[in-house]
């Protein structure tokens, strides 16, 4: 049996397909640059994670001395820890404040771009 002459087309013309082709492709771009963005901000997340943990670790090493680890500490202080599989770079300094207390400062800068990445401040009781 052939078609009656009079039948419309089926199915889609060319000009529809190259269409719906160019909308997939727009849809595809914007995701992959979705989840390109996912990726760096999940990394960026994660460098500031580790390098507070480092910078914790330090700012306690100097709430838990006693007096004489203190006096050896008095000078900034600097030195790399590794954690992650990278190593961080840190600087503590400490300082007077009022009241008889005294200020640690610890600063843990990015191994690459030597950025710093994380900060923590404390007050503890002065020797």
Do not use: C, K, Y
């Amino acid at each position: 049996m052939r078609p009656a002459v009079d039948a419309p087309p089926r199915g889609f013309s060319l000009l529809e397909v190259l269409v719906a082709l160019a909308v997939f492709g727009l849809v595809v771009l914007g995701l992959l640059n979705l989840g390109g963005e996912s990726s760096r901000a999940a990394l960026i997340a994660e460098e500031r994670v580790l390098a507070g943990i480092v910078a914790e670790n330090r700012a306690i090493e100097a709430l838990l001395a006693d007096a004489t680890e203190l006096q050896a500490m008095a000078a900034a202080t600097t030195g790399v820890e590794r954690m992650g599989d990278r190593d961080w770079h840190w600087r503590r300094r400490l300082g007077p404040a009022e009241g008889g207390l005294l200020r640690v400062d610890v600063d843990v800068t990015s191994p690459g771009s030597g950025q710093v990445i994380a900060e923590r401040h404390l007050l503890r009781p002065a020797p």
